[in-house]
């Protein structure tokens, strides 16, 4: 358990509204499960330029 008394092992899948950052930076916590997100959000963080800061 993790101080929100939440237990993270007991997700199945992670669904990423968006691909920025702050929506997703925390994604690695989540090692081994599904993770969704629209189509067209994986298109645009992949191949604009200006979708996220990528030092991020």
Request: net charge negative; no cysteine; aromatic share 14%.
């Given at each position: 358990m993790n101080e929100?008394?939440?237990d993270i092992g007991s997700l199945?899948?992670?669904v990423?509204?968006?691909l920025?950052?702050?929506?997703c930076g925390g994604n690695?916590?989540?090692a081994g499960k599904p993770t969704y997100?629209?189509?067209?959000e994986l298109d645009?963080?992949?191949n604009q330029d200006d979708y996220t800061?990528?030092?991020?």
């Open positions: 929100q008394d939440f199945d899948i992670v990423n509204t968006h920025h950052f702050d929506h690695h916590l989540f997100v629209q189509r067209q645009d963080a992949r800061i990528p030092e991020w």
